[in-house]
């Protein structure tokens, strides 16, 4: 017997544990054994029936994800769940934790599931870019109908013990003992005396529904911006309804070998690992302990402040919103009211949730009402004086180990830090907005920020759901100095023959959700415009749509029209007419710009200036950069963040292509950086 798989006995009842931390991911050495095991107790007669458990947290959450990409060792997963399936006598599962992918479709391959009651099971696939290879996208359907097995199966979102009962996913919920309750549940089935059937042979399910699923399907498709995971899901799904079993099983095995070949796949499970990397925090061992945050304090209840305060209450934590006057107070917590109210009225939230994290935020105008927070989060507006006085205040009030965090966009949090007499317990804490949606957080390490308060962001960040990256000092942080270089080249290439669509379309065409365009209009242009005049700046034709009083969606033109109060925009004759314009007057004759040049263009300063920043150490990684780009900004999933997308592209490519920008146009932002020289 291995290490990893264990056979123990409950009188005629085998079980057989898994046992392979932290998730009992389906390796080649569980395959292995498990396999072995499971066709000597076939073949052992006085065994009359087979549990499947897992030692540790959970169930088996998948296949390893590490050994995709490499030559597949038998036995692999199909083969076991083939074996499973030939197995006269009763098999079932004991599901706790999460069974997903590979540990789903293992346990689809026993006759019966028996599940924790806080079990989830799911089929993630999609989320690396591939489909189940196991046999899900076959099995499934024939469970729970091919409309909820698409679902499941192209959101990736795992349900609860509960709902899979409800599905026919699982047979029974157990109570107590999981092992225990597995074992009675078979010894039942025994003394019924009926054949079990397995997954393959229950075809009643799959005829239901078809409309239903075709109408999910179509807007499946219209959703999937270019990825091929979600279509191929759908594809896959419908072979199971269409085809014989072992012919639909066939074509999803060629289907996952195609997608785990592919560069999306590559991309999304570069991410997965990139997303865990990136809570490890140099310096930062496990011997450093994390403070218990109980209560927070947020500064300032503006859009950001009030975000803010969602975030928190939204994991139960309570907070103290403080303003400068009762006005403002009331602005703020009245706006936090209506988006909650917005929630349970698109349906997204209960009442009684909404009310529950309401009165979890309190309000103050003084200062005093903040000595018992654990974090303070200052979110006031974006001035240097502003912040520093707060910090100077916040030392008379805030109790001693409590961490005191800004969520400057720009700022030196080092000359923020100097301004309060504890240092050692000021850091960033960078929200992106909506602060109670977007996952993204930079933690700004100061040079001062002791190991402790960064170790007790990081976790306060994990427990209200956010994907927080480390940092360090300089202007726009990751996210707004990248952006600042990704924007540099848009006016000119408008200047040079690009029309705003036509930029935008290069962008969605790319994977993005949107173009930089429809995302100005969307945020407001004014916003920039009065930054660029605080600064000295200008941009002429940005600057001039504002002088015409377009700020974006909310005055109903900016880059486009909006018709009619809308959200569509539409390409504006009055916009192009002003670009022409400006353009004459600088001697720019205009050309067409193809979309191949709009990409390296905008794409090409962006992983220049990642680069600069891992020259300086402001990142610790690249993959952080694709973090920050991917959950913060929207970079497409499917190229990995523009680090990843730079190696796919070909570092030499990337060299050369920079240097050839740089020698046409002389700017800064095509000036290859030394980081990239040598990277292969
Ligand atoms: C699949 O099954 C394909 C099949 O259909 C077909 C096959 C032919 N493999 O997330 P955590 C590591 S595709 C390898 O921090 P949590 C992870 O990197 C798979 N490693 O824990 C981390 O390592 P480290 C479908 C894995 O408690 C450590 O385990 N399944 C795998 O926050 C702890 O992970 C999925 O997509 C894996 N499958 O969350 C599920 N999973 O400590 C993927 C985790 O060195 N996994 N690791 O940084 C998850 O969603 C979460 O890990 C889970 C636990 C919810 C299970």
Known sequence: MSRSVTVSRDNEIAVV??????????????????????????????????????????????????????????????????????????????????????GLELALGCHFRIADRTARLGLPEVKLGLLPGGGGTVRLPRLVGPAKALRMIVTGTPVPAAEALADGLVDAIAEGDLTGS?????????????????????????????????????????KARGLEAPLACAESVRNAVSLPFDQALAAEHALFRKLVAGDQSKAQRHLFFAEREAAKVVGIGKDVKAGDVARVGIIGAGTMGGGIAMAFANAGIPVTLLETDDAALARGTGMIGKNYAASVARGSLDEATAARRL????????????????????????????????????????????????????????????????????????????????????????????????????????????????????????????????????????????????????????????????????????????????????????????????????????????????????PDPDVEALIGREAAARGIARRTISAEEIIERTHLPLVNEGARILEEGIAQRASDIDIVWVNGYGFPVGKGGPMFWAGLEGWQKVRERLAYWHERTGRDAFRPSPWLSGRE
Request: charged content about 25%; glycine content about 8%; some cysteine.
């Open 17 to 102: 544990t898994i046992d392979n931390p932290p998730v009992n991911a389906l390796s080649h050495h569980v395959r292995e054994p498990l396999y072995a095991a499971l066709t000597e107790l076939a073949a052992d007669d006085t065994v009359r029936g087979i549990v499947l458990a897992c030692a540790g947290r959970t169930f088996v959450a998948g296949a390893d994800i590490t050994e995709f990409g490499k030559p597949m060792q038998k036995p692999d997963l199909n083969g076991i769940v083939a074996l499973l399936e030939t197995i006269a006598k009763p098999t079932a599962a004991a599901i706790h934790g999460t069974a997903l992918g590979g």
């Open 182 to 222: 597995a074992v009675a549940f078979l010894r039942g089935k025994l003394a019924e005396g009926v054949r079990p059937i397995p997954v393959r042979e229950r075809n009643d399910k799959l005829g239901e529904d078809p409309a239903a699923f075709e109408r999910a399907a179509a807007d499946l498709a219209r």
């Open 359 to 570: 009165a979890l935020i309190s309000g103050t105008t003084d200062y005093a009402a903040l000595a018992d927070a654990d974090l303070i989060v200052e979110a006031a507006f974006e001035d240097m004086a502003v912040k520093r006085d707060i910090f100077a205040r916040l030392d008379q009030v805030a109790k001693a180990g409590a961490v005191l965090a800004t969520n400057t966009s720009y700022l030196d949090v080092n000359a923020i830090a100097a301004a309060s007499a504890r240092p050692e317990a000021v850091l960033g804490m960078h929200f992106f907005s909506p602060a109670n949606v977007m996952k993204l957080l930079e933690i700004v390490r100061a040079e001062k920020t002791s190991p402790e308060a960064l170790a007790t962001a990081l976790s306060v960040a994990k427990r209200i759901g956010k994907i927080p990256v480390v940092v360090g000092v300089c202007h726009g942080f990751v996210g707004n100095r990248m952006l600042t270089a990704r924007s540099s080249e848009n006016e000119a290439l408008l200047m040079e023959g690009a029309l705003p669509a036509e930029i935008d379309r290069a962008f969605t065409d790319f994977g993005w959700p949107m173009g930089p365009f429809q995302m100005y209009d969307l945020a407001g242009l004014d916003i920039g415009w009065r930054n660029r005049k605080a600064r000295g700046e200008t941009a002429a034709l940005a600057d001039a749509l504002c002088e015409a009083g377009r700020f974006g969606q909310k005055t109903g033109k900016g880059w486009y029209a909006y018709a009619d109060g809308g959200r569509t925009p539409t």
